[in-house]
């Protein structure tokens, strides 16, 4: 019964682990989606403006 417990609670871990692990690599790749052309535009006109001066 204890043992049986036991495995119940490793596999809901295990379980949680594995989803919290996507959500966070989903989120990440959705906000370097979002991000990394922003921050190519900004480096574009920081790189601009620097060669301008």
Known sequence: ???GCLITTLVLVF???ILIMV???ITL???FK???PVILIFTGI???LKSRK
Do not use: P, R
């Open 34 to 36: 979002i991000f990394a």
């Open 15 to 17: 379980v949680l682990f």
């Open 23 to 25: 959500g966070i690599d």
């Open 46 to 48: 920081y790189f601009l």
């Open 29 to 31: 790749a959705l906000s």
């Open 1 to 3: 019964m204890i043992l």
